[in-house]
């Protein structure tokens, strides 16, 4: 119990903590001291974090997590404007440092351990000065990354829901893994590809990612039926039940990923006429599971017609 507990404040506060690192760089960003009433978007988290502690089982749901889902709520506007801030000001942006290699990485340390020798003013005063002084997109890029991490971590430490096994748990978050690879790449070099004469395609390409983030909530892809729960008999009436899990995966790939993210790519290339070897690779392999999804869609109509 004790071990649940920390796990639940543990998780809900790193979500907390990389909330309000995003509404601090909006702040920065903007010069503007109104956006920190973003982090009203927290309260509803904290409202959830005070409830489920009061709760003697501190389970999530099965199908559903509020903790996850308000994080994204509490996140995705501080991306929002980000992504815009850094699309309309690309040519205008001042010098910075960029993080693409050991040497900035490095140079970027030692600046901070110059500061740090001189006080904890100074060290504050200089943590904030090196932290501005990283380039945007690397700030957004470094938010992207740690919110699809913490998803996935958020989940591992987040209480099991009753009914859901480790064995279950375990699928689960290896789907995380390769939807947060999938997400994260197509939001950094889609976004990359839009040129400054179409800026309604930055609108479009991070309204297709928040709807993909939205699939993280939700857990229908959690296997909660077993082949030994059902008899011979009723093989024909169970099938659909037995593969629900298949068929959910399926529908989120369809209508949240892949095919979202087809379109996007498809629109990049035959519209806007943005043609490199990533694009075209990544648009055929988004195609090649639309495609192979539909064929697993029609193996399972086959199979429960056969055994109808």
């Known amino acids: 119990m004790i071990v649940k507990f920390i796990c639940a404040v543990v998780t809900r506060s790193l979500f907390l903590l990389i909330s309000l690192i995003g509404v601090w760089r909006v702040v920065w960003v903007k010069n503007n001291a109104l956006y920190w009433f973003l982090t009203i978007l927290y309260l509803p988290l904290v409202v959830e974090m005070i409830l489920t502690l009061k709760r003697k089982k501190l389970q999530d749901y099965k199908w559903f997590s509020p903790a996850i889902f308000l994080f994204l709520i509490s996140i995705i506007p501080s991306l929002w404007i980000l992504e815009l801030h850094h699309q309309q000001n690309k040519a205008t942006d001042s010098r910075c440092d960029k993080l693409d290699s050991s040497e900035n990485i490095k140079s970027l340390l030692n600046m901070w351990r110059g500061n740090s020798t001189n006080g904890s003013e100074t060290l504050l005063q200089g943590s904030v000065s090196l932290l501005s002084s990283v380039c945007a997109n690397d700030w957004i890029l470094a938010l992207h990354q740690t919110l699809l991490i913490l998803l996935v971590i958020g989940k591992w430490l987040l209480p099991v829901a009753g009914g859901v096994t480790r064995d279950e748990l375990s699928q689960l978050l290896l789907l995380f893994v390769g939807t947060a690879a999938d997400i994260l ?124």
């Open 185 to 308: 790449e197509f939001t950094s070099e889609t976004l990359l590809d839009v040129k400054d004469s179409s800026p309604s395609m930055v609108y479009v390409i991070l309204g297709v990612w928040t709807w993909s983030m939205f699939q993280f909530p939700l857990h229908l892809s959690v296997s909660s039926s077993r082949p030994d729960e059902y008899s011979e008999g009723d093989q024909g009436v169970s099938l659909l039940a037995r593969l629900r899990t298949d068929i959910w995966s399926m529908v989120e790939s369809l209508f949240v990923q892949d095919g979202p993210f087809l379109v996007v790519r498809l629109t990049l290339i035959l519209y806007f006429h943005v043609i490199h070897q990533m694009l075209i690779f990544f648009a055929i392999k988004n195609f090649l599971v639309v495609i192979l999804n539909f064929y697993r869609l029609f193996a399972i109509y086959c199979d429960y017609k056969a055994s109808g």
